[in-house]
């Protein structure tokens, strides 16, 4: 090999011939409600340095961004006008950085924008927040596959569940709470699932024990529980924190991912995505539901102009599944 011959690790097209300048991408200017969305037509992002561009095929939707839209958590997590919205992306690689060495042009990936910016046709990335799409995962199940199975596994992994456990999951068809359900299940986790009647037949056949919500439910789930309740993993709110309390759950085997302040009352655990974001931990998620470990319904796919009704059906908060953008 010369000098100029480039090795398997030297990608020899930096650039797809056909990359526009500009394109599409999800902006609004002010916190508000839906109406505040729109698209816009803005710059091709770079990608320089580490920085991947990918050229976006689905871009999932996650209840957070309509949280961080409403301002509803700006102390913590504050936008910055105009903002972009998108943290799950799948597409394929149209240019890399000089210094990237994990990917080509043409790669199928799935991975994860920290900057808001991936309902779009473009996101540019480090390439350390990729992984390779598996053949068999669907272009909609990768591009929704980030937030929700690395926070179920952040979730999962907080009660350190062992085979033959009961724990009870709330929501546990939505969008985090669907795969928390199966990760126990294949873990050998007897799940008691807590959701609406409609959503108990599909519970059911990813192998959980389902349970209404509403009036009496402490009691359904002590008759539920026959063999006494190890740990509970709330995906919903301060009252099923609560009620891991009231079924005699020690604090330190009671997680949520939403109910900070009922958490640090009682002293439970509150990992979430970030606490799990990995290229490791999402490599093998996307394994996962590659091999059917985990199922993730498709909910319904919306074109990037019909961003709002994406996030008016996100936020009747009855999804079981993922909302995904198909830009
Ligand atoms: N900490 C983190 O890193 C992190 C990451 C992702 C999400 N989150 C947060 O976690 C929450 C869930 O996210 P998600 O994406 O799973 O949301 P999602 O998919 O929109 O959740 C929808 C589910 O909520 C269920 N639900 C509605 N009312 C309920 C009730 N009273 N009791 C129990 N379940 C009920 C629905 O079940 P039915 O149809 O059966 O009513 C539906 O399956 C959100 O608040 C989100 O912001 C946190």
């Known amino acids: 090999m010369t000098d100029s011959t480039p090795d398997t690790h030297t990608p020899t097209t930096t650039r797809d011939a056909d990359l526009p300048t500009t394109m599409r991408a999800v902006r609004f200017d002010a916190y508000g ?45 504050p936008a910055t006008f105009p903002s972009g919205q998108g943290t799950d992306l799948a597409g394929v690689v149209a240019a890399i950085g000089e210094d990237v060495t994990q990917w080509a042009v043409g790669d199928e990936v799935l991975g994860w924008s920290w900057e808001r910016s991936s309902q779009a046709e473009f996101v540019s990335v480090p390439e350390g927040q990729l992984v390779a799409k598996p053949r068999r995962l669907s272009w909609e199940i990768a591009g929704a596959l980030d937030v929700a199975a690395t926070t179920a596994y952040a979730a999962v ?88 309390i009231a079924l005699g759950v020690p604090a330190a085997r009671i997680e949520t991912i939403i109910a900070y302040e009922a958490a640090a009352e009682v002293g439970a655990k509150t990992d979430g995505s970030v606490d799990a974001a990995s290229q490791e931990v999402l490599a093998e998620l996307a394994g996962h539901a590659a091999d059917g470990t985990i199922t993730v319904p498709i909910v319904a796919t919306y074109p990037l102009d019909a961003v709002q009704d994406a996030y008016a059906e996100l936020e009747q908060g009855h999804a079981r599944g993922k909302i995904v953008l198909v830009p």
């Open 157 to 244: 992994r907080a009660v350190d569940p062992r085979p033959g456990e009961t724990v009870v999951v709330s929501s546990a068809a939505g969008g985090v709470g669907g795969i928390v359900t199966q990760l126990l299940v294949a873990k050998g986790v007897d799940v008691i699932a807590v959701a609406s009647d409609a959503n108990h037949e599909w519970l059911r056949s990813v192998g959980a024990r389902p349970v209404a919500y509403g009036d009496g439910l402490e009691d359904r789930v002590r008759q539920a529980a026959t063999n006494g309740i190890d740990a509970l993993i709330d995906t919903h709110g301060p009252e099923y924190v609560r009620l891991g």
């Open 33 to 77: 409600d839906r109406s505040v969305l729109r698209v816009d037509e803005v710059p091709v992002p770079e990608a320089t340095g580490d920085r991947v561009l990918v050229r976006v095929r689905a871009a999932g939707t996650n209840p957070g961004e309509a949280a961080i839209r409403q301002g509803a958590m700006a102390e913590q997590f």
